[in-house]
């Protein structure tokens, strides 16, 4: 593009890609601090089961508000810790805070299984599987109450090395997830060959429910596709009413978005969590969408 444009064009735009460089830097910079002072936060967001309404998990999502910056985004920050390797620290840091949280609800009798982001940088570090072995054990956590979502771009880089560490990591006992699934370059065969338990399914497929009818025919084939592998299948991004009931037909098995909940503080989980369980049984799925 810049070729066809001509030199012109691209001194035009260079001062932009300054600009950006500067403030990916920034903000690479700023990350570095935040870790160090504790400015890192994690919110929960609860995953409903289809059928039962009770919420029986949460996906931690990191949150970080700077003070120059203002709240800035996963979506900006993390592919600048992705490509300057930060990533790394900050996924442990994740991984820390997240059993920590989990053991504590599992302490509290909350059967909820906390599900975190793992980068495909993080997953390749040699000694990750023992981190996650010696991260669960320091916390008392049963493995069956951490969950991984994993990226279908770990699973196609090295996929000898790949299958290795996910083998290692389901005999700890840990819930294995594809996350965006739809998203990546799908060699299906992996899914066979790979010890996944859950598939996510994309939010841009979720978007057009239940009008669009290719991403109709896409949810109904990844449910299917789901159902063939003994795969448990979770939609991401679920905003509508329509969307739910659409998801419910299609046979998918759970839900997560903001027609339920945004990510919120542990503690407000904890608050939606008691709400839920003090209402009578025939009111609490109706409870649950009212939020
Ligand atoms: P993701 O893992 O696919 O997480 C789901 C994203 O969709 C979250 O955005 C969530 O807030 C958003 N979402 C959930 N329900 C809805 C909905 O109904 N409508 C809409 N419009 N959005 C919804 P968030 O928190 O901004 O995170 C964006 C991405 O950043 C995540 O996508 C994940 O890839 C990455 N990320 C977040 N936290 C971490 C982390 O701790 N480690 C790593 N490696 N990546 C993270
Ligand atoms: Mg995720
Ligand atoms: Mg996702
Ligand atoms: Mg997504």
């Not at 400015?39 to 996906?59: K, N, T």
């Not at 596709?225 to 009931?245: D, F, M, P, S």
């Not at 839900?255 to 369980?277: N, Y």
Request: glycine content about 8%; aromatic content about 8%; some cysteine.
């Amino acid at each position: 593009r810049v070729k066809e444009r001509g030199r012109a064009s691209f001194r035009f735009y260079q001062p932009q890609m300054n600009v950006d460089l500067l403030s990916r830097m920034k903000i690479d910079h700023a990350m570095r601090q935040a870790l160090g002072r504790g400015d890192f936060r994690l919110h929960y967001q609860p995953q409903i089961d289809v059928h039962s309404g009770a919420v029986i998990g949460a996906e931690a999502l990191l949150r970080w508000r700077d003070e120059e910056l203002g709240e800035v985004s996963p979506g900006r920050f993390i592919p600048v810790a992705e490509e300057s390797g930060f990533i790394v620290a900050l996924g442990e840091w994740v991984l820390g805070e997240a059993v920590q949280q989990a053991a504590a609800w599992h302490r509290q009798g909350l059967g909820l299984v906390v599900s975190i982001n793992v980068s495909a940088l993080q997953f390749q570090q040699a000694h990750f599987v023992e981190q996650v072995a010696a991260v669960i054990g320091a916390a008392g956590l049963p493995p069956r109450s951490l969950e991984l979502e994993l990226t279908e771009s770990i699973l196609i880089q090295d996929a000898d090395e790949a299958l290795l560490r996910l083998n290692a990591l389901a005999a700890l006992g840990v819930r294995l997830a594809i996350d965006d699934f739809g998203t990546g370059y799908s060699s299906l065969g992996y899914l066979k060959r790979f010890p996944i338990e859950k598939l996510k399914i994309d939010r841009s497929f979720i978007q057009g429910l239940p009008g669009d009818e290719s991403d109709a025919g896409i949810v109904h084939a990844i449910v299917n596709l789901a159902r063939a592998l003994h795969l448990t299948v979770i939609a991401e991004g679920v905003e509508t009413e329509a969307q739910r009931e659409f998801l419910v037909q299609a046979g998918c098995d759970e839900f997560q978005g903001f027609l339920f909940s945004p990510a919120v503080a542990s503690t407000e989980l904890e608050e939606v969590l008691c709400r839920v369980s003090m209402a009578p049984a025939r009111e609490r799925s109706e409870l649950q969408l009212l939020r």
